[in-house]
């Protein structure tokens, strides 16, 4: 299992920080698949994807997907 500190993709996609309420969730919801829709540049799916998830991830505007 790898761990990160919350900030890792923060700082090295230069994204803003996960949204605390994703943070959360992952210590009650076990790793599985997961949608993310309106995942703009993925900062939620990234962090979601390293810690053991298959994120699918989904947004209307295309020009905000990394």
Do not use: Q
Request: net charge negative; glycine share 8%.
């Amino acid at each position: 299992m790898i761990i990160r500190d919350e900030n890792y993709f923060t700082d090295k996609y230069e994204l803003t920080r996960t949204h605390s309420e994703v943070m959360e969730a992952v210590k009650v919801v076990k790793p599985g698949k997961t949608l993310d829709l309106g995942c703009g540049n993925g900062r939620n799916s990234l962090y979601l994807a390293a810690n053991g998830y298959d994120v699918d991830a989904w947004d209307k505007n295309a020009m905000s997907i990394a």
